[in-house]
């Protein structure tokens, strides 16, 4: 009976020996509570750092309506199934500012006047056909919209004929420079100058 106490006792304390967890895990344990803790306070001071660099920046504050008056908007108003389509194209903005529709013309007036003529002297064909060709895409519009705004109806038809007329020049000088022909594209360029001054004296 003695050795039956013996061995029931002996058997426990093994099974109370192995429910105890090891020195080890206990560390281990300890370890990972430590590193998340640890996780969880970089997290903290990162938002807090986070909100005092939102607090402290500034803030810069613009008046954009002026800008707003001379198109920047325009971008909003082609999505604006609502708007008149030459008002969502920017055509209508672009007539309405005649100030800056001469600015243009007398740019393109310099181009035609100085970048044009070398090129045909160099031989520089296409170059020189694809300077015409950006100058006259500029003019057609442009053109059309000062000699429309003219007061009188035979004023505004004798503006548009110029017009014609300059733009009828422009398509012999470039068909001169699509033959390559050196005199011709010369001569031609003279005359669309030409008649470019006489359109515009009538428009300016």
Do not use: H
Not at 109 to 135: C, F, G, H, M
Not at 153 to 176: Q, T
């Amino acid at each position: 009976m003695a050795a039956v106490q013996m061995r029931t006792s002996v058997a426990a304390r093994s099974a109370v020996r192995a429910a105890r967890p090891s020195r080890t895990a206990v560390v281990v344990r300890a370890e990972a509570r430590r590193e998340v803790l640890a996780g969880f306070v970089a997290a903290g001071a990162a938002l807090v750092a986070a909100g005092s660099a939102q607090a402290v920046t500034s803030v810069d504050l613009f008046d954009d309506r002026k800008v707003r008056d001379t198109g920047f908007d325009l971008i909003y108003e082609a999505r604006d199934l609502d708007l008149d389509q030459s008002v969502r194209d920017g055509l209508t903005q672009a007539r309405s500012d005649l100030e800056a529709t001469k600015k243009r013309i007398k740019e393109a007036e310099a181009r035609i006047d100085n970048a044009v003529a070398p090129s045909i002297t160099k031989q520089y064909w296409t170059e020189a056909r694809e300077e015409l060709r950006r100058q006259l895409g500029t003019l057609r519009f442009d053109l059309n919209s000062l000699a429309t705004a003219k007061a009188g109806k035979e004023e505004k038809k004798k503006a548009l004929a110029l017009r014609k007329d300059f733009i009828r020049s422009v398509e012999d000088l470039d068909l001169a420079l699509r033959k390559k022909d050196k005199e011709s594209a010369l001569n031609k360029l003279n005359v669309a100058k030409s008649s470019l001054d006489t359109v515009i004296a009538n428009l300016l």
